[in-house]
């Protein structure tokens, strides 16, 4: 059956620990942030893996439904996303769904919708990657958005890539958008 568990903060991931939902269905298993920060923050972990849920109802200033963040270049966070729906999540300058800095990112099989930010700058509605790796194979990226206050930058409405490899494959990206200025 459908469960869905609401939090009031942020669940602090530790390395080497797996989150895994109904096999069912990822829509079965749904974390709800409750706009009370990022859903999940992973903080210099290595080894983790996130399957077979939805990640909805974050709200930060950086990455609504998730944080990825490693110490250095040389030693990034290593997290895994598959059969993961990231939906309704929101940010107010990076990353409405999954902002990761200095990160090593696989999604697959996962879907990123409706994610977005809006605030004085918008730089990746649903994902923004600086400093990281990222492979994305099997996955939807559909309706985010990324939105900066007038006159300011705005990029990437599904995913805003800086200094960062990309390796994509398999993936649709559908009615994403970006407003604003950048030049």
Do not use: W
Request: a negative charge.
């Amino acid at each position: 059956g459908r469960e869905e568990i609401l939090i009031d903060r942020p669940l602090q991931m530790v390395s080497y620990v797996s989150i895994v939902g109904e096999e069912e269905g990822r829509d079965n298993t749904i974390i709800n942030g409750s706009e009370s920060g990022s859903v999940l923050i992973f903080n210099d972990v290595q080894g983790v893996s996130i399957e077979n849920l939805t990640i909805t109802n974050g709200s930060a200033v950086y990455g609504g439904g998730a944080f990825i963040q490693g110490v250095h270049p040389t030693q990034p966070t290593s997290v895994l996303f598959n059969n993961v729906i990231f939906d309704s999540n929101h940010g107010t300058n990076k990353g409405g769904g999954i902002f990761a800095l200095h990160a090593d990112l696989i999604i697959s099989n996962s879907k990123l919708e409706s994610n977005y930010l809006q605030g004085e700058f918008g730089f990746g509605g649903g994902l923004y990657l600086n400093n990281s790796t990222a492979t994305i194979q099997e996955s939807i990226f559909d309706e985010n958005s990324a939105e900066g206050a007038e006159g300011e930058a705005s990029m990437g409405g599904g995913i805003c890539s800086y200094n960062s490899s990309l390796n994509i494959s398999d993936t649709d990206f559908l009615r994403n958008r970006a407003e604003g200025f950048y030049s």
